[in-house]
């Protein structure tokens, strides 16, 4: 059965280790027998313990992503560092330990070699200033500034004042001061920009300017980046520089004090935490934001030429530019604004006019509430007029009638008194006349008096 | 004394121990197949753009009545504060009663480019907020703010106290006028409107850059060698790989919203000065009269204490309650020791306040 990557992996490394133990024990009781120095075969142990782990993460690389496949990464090259560290006190111990052995005092060697790992990050400055210096300083850089550069060799009066300050610098270099290595490219870069610099920043004329000028203005970003990389890089230079210091200002003070390390992942850790104080205390310095600062917003400018370039050929290979589609985004951004500003005050429309709305409703059924209460009462008062009349009426007709029976008795009483004034007639019945009659009294009829009314009606 | 006293052969006996817990390491890691975080269950109640509002079920039958919404920061993902069971200020909260609900900013692509900050405060955070009101029948909710997402809330607080009922701070930057810490001495010397206008939305990476450069010794070498000593333990190398996933998972910051933030906070201190302008509306802390608890981390290198210390001075609450806790802008998060202190806390201080 196949095995995965995984399990060839462990075994292997399980083989490697194993046998670099026992080699290991093997080569250091041979060497201690015919005096093979043993740092050189630790490197040579190294090397070939560094390419298996590159392997390693090669191999892990092409079947894992993402997250775990970041953290080997970073793992491997944090076992880069730790490596090359160790390599690094190897040396040391090579140089130093058989000195101290002899009696020389081993703080004053301990200073002398960290200088030397100072002067080795720089490397030899004096390669800066020939003319083989420069070639490869400008190694990778454009055919055009290439040419300039062999232009500048030739005397010329501020090249002449530039190079007879070199030297001062040289010596500031030598003795420690890494800034020296941007005061000398500056130098170098404004010496440039008063020659041959003018005329690169002069405006472009004919057909092509704007193109020109724009190609123009990317290589000046160009240069103001490289310059500002060289000023960062002194000062990440010299503080490494400086957390060695501290590094071996540690070590004596551990050692008046009778403290040792025992441990390499100690002297590690007391390197890191060194280093991290010391580039701690740059950070904070005005000096270095300003520089960092520099650094980054050259980069930005650079990035802003370099677009500029790029569009000119991109429009003419009609196709759609950075700028062109952050314009249509402008746009859709400041629709957007609008329709929420528009669906705020919507929202605050509707409310108000719900608002309105409750207030009518209210004023409304109010209204109503009142206006039944008006008919209510209305009703109420017709109501009782009705019953006023009625009871009006009801004391007229009662009236009436006793006006009516006093106005019949009244005359009845006037006809009886009338009967009893009339005289006596004969007495000859009425039946002479013709047949007995009777006699009736007749109740005359009246007329209605109109006074009285007629209680029929 | 000579202070080295360290044998040749112990040294490579170090080296390959080292070596041999390194690809025992690999292999575990070999073995990792997802990794996963945010594990507290929640559901999407609002969805604006690539804003998410999420809601965690409670856990408690009867939760605090007035809910808790969380404004994370810009910078990095919200799943920190619900990284893993055991380290999840999430989970703390539910557990102790409150109802919590989250604000996830998501991703930010080029058509956001030109979101400001009125947009997130004034458009997202509103929005977001009268979700909840709506849903629980509330006229004010209580709002937490971690980091810059503090500094939101800050704004939003004084410009809507009335939506407001109390107000939670959490490592938050208000005066940012100081040399404590490192970003606030590099940002003066940044030309914003340069990298917003070359980068268009300033990416995650470039600012994963700039926190590696705070501490870089640390965080890009020593942090991987202490690893080594306990990536053979699963639960370990899985906090390990949770925290490294939420660490790089940076998402790009919109321009115009950094433009700004980095222009009146950072670089002109706006925010104290009652000088930031939000669309047409002016920030006014004094404005902040609801109840505040302000927590700050004692060794804070990303926000330093004297920058969030001063909001008490700024705001006009009568009722501010500051708690400092020991640890890092992060570990008052994830350290076993916050577990334990920092919920309690935050809960018992809301419960009183309704």
Redesign the interface.
Known sequence: MTKTW?EQ??EL?EAW?KA??SL?QGW?KTAAQVGHP?EDM?REWMGH?QEV?KD?TDQ?GA??D???R???E??????E???RF?DSMIGY?KVVAPR?DAGED?ADLVRAYSQQLKDSLVGGPEAWFTAEGMAAATEGLPELWKLYTLEIQKASMPWAQSMAQAPWDTKDLMSGDHSAVSRMFNMFMDTWEQTYGRYLSAPAIGYSREMNEKVARGFEAWVDLRRAEVEFMSEVMNAGGRSLEDLVRD??D???R????????G???LW?NN??GT??EL??T?GF??I???A??AA??Y??RQ?DVTEEFMKALDLPT?SE??EV??H???VR?EL?YTKRTLEATRAELQQAREALDQEAKGRAAAQEKASQEKAAQEKAAQKQLQQFEKRLEKAEAATKKAAAAKKAEAAAKKAAAAPKRSAKPAEAKGGSKKKTESKAKTPPDKDQGNPSE | MFPINIRPEDAFKELIDFNQKLLAGVESIADVEEIDVAPTPREVVYQEDKTVLYHYPPKVENPHAIPILIVYALVNRPYMIDIQHDRSMVQNLLNLGLDLYLMDWGYVDRGDRYLTLDDYINGYIDNCVNVVRERHGLDKINLLGICQGGTMSLCYASLHPGKVQNLITMVTPVDFDTKDGLLNVWAQHLDVDAMVDAFGNVPGHFMNGGFLMLKPFQLMAEKYVGFIDTVENEASLKSFLRMEKWIFDSPDQAGETFRQFIKDFYQQNKLIKGEVQLGDRRVDLKNVTMPVFNVYATEDHLVPPCSSLSLEEFVGSEDVTTVDFPGGHIGIYVSGRSQKQLAPALAEWVKERG
């Open positions: 995984a992996t462990a490394a280790s670099q133990s290991w250091m043993q630790a313990w782990s390693v892990f079947h894992a993402g997250v775990p970041e953290v080997v970073r793992l491997f090259a944090a076992e560092i730790y490596l160790f111990m101290i081993w070590l004596v551990r050692g008046e009778d403290e040792s390390i025992t441990t390499f992942k002297l590690f850790d890191v280093a991290e580039f701690a950070f904070r005005e934001a300003r960092q600062g520099e980054v917003n930005m400018t990035k802003l677009r950075r589609i952050d985004h402008r859709v951004h400041d604004i929420r």
